[in-house]
């Protein structure tokens, strides 16, 4: 019988030679000793072993799996309507961010959406059969009302939420809060930026918003808090204010900043070999007026209740001026042509 001392030893044979029976029990019982004690080996190595990225090396774990749950629960699934040049400026960013942006308009824009990662919709009822969470109103405001009350809002998910970006507040609060069913969310937003000022970023420009009408339910107000971090995420300054609120002071800031560009740009100014700063800066102010269209300065002056107020105090303000200049010159003159001044008389 074979000694256990004697399986350790290696075989020494190397050629295939016939064995008897016994012969056979031997060799395989030395090789299946051998590969234990190669397994033991292996094993021996494995725990010497250090694990330094199991993350890299296991993409499918758990904790990889919690985090692409929690970002595609974060991303939204937008519809821009009015896919013009302001919708255009705004998916490129909400594309970035890694949001699922659809975009529907009259005009064909098939092309230019395929070029920014948009799902284009030449018809709005199939916009609406895609369920987006998200209604995001980009038309002008002249447009608003006609776009809105021919919207298929009937294949929508009932909670939807309703958001425009329009330069007046009032007008689209109304206009939402008549037209759209009671089951849907309303946020009125403005950011104060377009695709010139906004062009080098969005850090430190206002963005003013006013939740209109959001449901109770956690999962609709988290909705509404994602949309927004679309702008916080990228540096705007947050400014929660009522559309009343905003009308007031957008008439006293916007809107007397386009008059007095539109206003400038009927003088055909034109830079000069001697530009001051300040004149200078007046030519900017009409080439960023004037690069937005006329219908948007109409709506401006046309659904803002506070504009007109505005435009007959810039006519006082005019007119004061003149004659305070005019005032001036008059007493110069008579200085001139009788050597007294206004309320003077010369004593012999």
Known sequence: MLSFQ??????????LIPLSNSSSITCCSNFKFNNHRRKQSSLSHRNDLTIRAIDAAQPFDLESKIVQRFEKSSKLKIAIVGFGNFGQFLAKTLVTQGHTVLAHSRSDYSHIAHDLGVSFFPCPDDLCEEHPEVILLCTSILSTESVLRSFPVQRLKRSTLFVDVLSVKEFPRSLFLEVLPPEFDILCTHPMFGPESGKDGWSGLNFVYDKVRIGNEESRINR????????????????????????????????????????????????TPINTKGYESLLDLVQ??????????????????NALEQIERLDMAFESLKKQ?????????RKQLFGTE???TTVP
Do not use: W
């Not at 399986?7 to 050629?15: R, V, Y």
């Not at 200049?325 to 003159?333: M, N, P, W, Y």
């Open 6 to 15: 004697s399986l350790q030893q290696p075989l020494k044979t190397t050629k």
């Open 224 to 271: 509404c808090d994602r949309f927004l971090k679309v702008f916080a995420q990228e540096g705007c300054k947050m400014v929660e204010m009522s559309c009343g609120e905003h009308d007031r002071h957008a008439a006293e800031s916007q809107f007397i900043t386009h008059v007095m560009g539109r206003m400038l740009e009927k003088l055909s100014l034109e830079s």
């Open 288 to 305: 960023n007026t004037c690069g937005d269209s006329f219908e948007l300065f109409y709506g401006l002056f046309m659904y803002n209740k």
């Open 325 to 333: 200049l005019f005032g001036q010159l008059h007493t110069v003159l």
């Open 342 to 344: 206004a309320g003077e």
